[in-house]
């Protein structure tokens, strides 16, 4: 599938995912699903999404000794997800034996790192006893994860380009905080257009609420593809 964009399913109730789902067209999206709705209903969450055609971003985020993480990644690659991540905080040895898990299994499931969470502040990093600027904790936290063998890493669209150049085109970019030109930012704070997005090194867009939000789900994920051509 050519599509950058994954819609995040942030819901309370199943039927209201699934009644997204069958509003949307699987060839067009990717969907993501996380801790709300993973915890609520299980694996039949994403049985639901890829019953319908979707490829599923498994956002666990996984953080645990290695052996634990392993067996996570490796029920997630059982389930059959398109995608799933861990904490590249977890360390190196975690990090290789989940991609490990997930190669074994025989499953090409992509594996990536969420590297400093963009809800932290300067000071909250300090006091978590990490030194140096957000910035400089992404890029080692970043470089260590793909050292570690992961595909990539979830980062902000204006860590992009930054990690896009320490890090070359081989490595997978997925961004949160997007928004179409004109739209609510909603609780995000430092937003950008998918397309600039995309100009800025990004691989995979995660888009929730303008798409989830809109009056027709499937005309603004349609009008999101044509803007990025
Ligand atoms: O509705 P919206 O487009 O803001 O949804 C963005 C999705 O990406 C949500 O599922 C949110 O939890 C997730 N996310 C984020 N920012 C991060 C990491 C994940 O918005 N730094």
Redesign the pocket.
Known sequence: MKSPIIV???YPELDMATGMLDRLDPDMTRV?V?KEMFTRFGPAMVEACMQRGFEVFL?LKFHDIPNTVAGACRSAADLGVWMMNVHASGGRRMMEAAAEAIRASGSSAKLIA?TI???LSQEEIAEIGYAGTPEDNVSRLARLAKESGLDGI???PHEAARIRGELGPDFELVT????PAGSDT???RRVMTPRDALDAGATYL????????APDPQKALEEILASIG
């Not at 995660?206 to 939000?213: A, E, F, H, S």
Request: charged share 20%.
């Open positions: 995040a399913l942030d993501k996380g956002d969420v969470l963009t809800s979830v980062c902000s949160p905080g997007v928004r909603g609780d995000q995660v888009i929730g609420r303008p798409i989830t939000g």
